[in-house]
């Protein structure tokens, strides 16, 4: 199975063609459910499917929180079977850096509640590392508070996890104005250019009507 270790000691800024990889190609049907997924790429069986089914329906967690718990498969899959599942990009956080000043548009305790890391921003987007594609209270909060549409990338828990413990550690920089978030800790200079791309398809996007 895929490791969730950090291979890469110099992590990159942030860079969108970087990060739009398909591990296992994209779903057959619109909506594909993560348990055919997962069992149509041979990486569970029927019986390993059933089982997870039914402690889902013990228990009332999703469906992934079973799988990890039943060592089924790691977090590095998941995510990347989610990615699959909603058609958006998968990112690993351990090889890209970013964009301090689109991590300032979002509260630590907003970003932990909706395990959640920015990644970077253009003038009317934030693309956003999520745990939970498919939560999009969570979404439609990250769109309050940063002012902008939200593009939504796959990425394992673990690794939002550390993200958002190293990112909200260091100082933060001034989110740019027209924002509805602020930082707890401000300091330094504003970086004087943003990383700019063209966005492509396969993101979740949150606009209004």
């Known amino acids: 199975m895929p ?29 594909f459910r993560l348990g055919d997924i997962l069992l149509d790429r041979g990486l569970i069986t029927e019986e390993q499917l059933h089982s997870v089914l039914l402690r889902q329906k013990s228990s009332g967690d999703r469906l992934g ?9 790691d977090e590095e899959t998941l995510a990347q079977t989610l990615s699959e599942q909603y058609k958006i990009p998968y990112v690993n956080l351990d090889q890209v850096e970013s964009d301090k000043v689109a991590v300032a548009l979002i509260r630590k305790k ?23 594609p498919s939560n999009l209270a969570a979404i439609q909060e990250l769109k309050f508070a940063s002012g902008r549409d939200i593009q939504v990338f796959a990425a394992p828990e673990s690794q939002i996890r550390r ?29 004087d250019r943003l990383l700019h791309f063209e966005l492509g398809e396969g993101t979740i996007e949150v606009v209004d009507e």
């Open 3 to 31: 490791s969730d270790k950090n291979t890469d000691s110099n992590p990159q800024v942030f860079d969108f063609g970087d990060t739009t990889t398909r591990p296992f190609g994209a779903a057959k049907v619109p909506g």
């Open 65 to 73: 929180t079973c799988l990890l718990q039943m060592g089924l498969i």
């Open 110 to 132: 907003l970003a932990l509640q909706c395990q959640a890391i920015p990644l970077s921003m253009t003038d009317s987007s934030l693309l956003v590392a999520m745990l939970d």
């Open 163 to 191: 993200a958002i413990q190293k990112l909200y550690s260091e100082p933060i920089l001034e989110p740019p104005a027209g924002s509805s978030s602020g930082s707890e800790a401000v300091d330094g200079e504003v970086y």
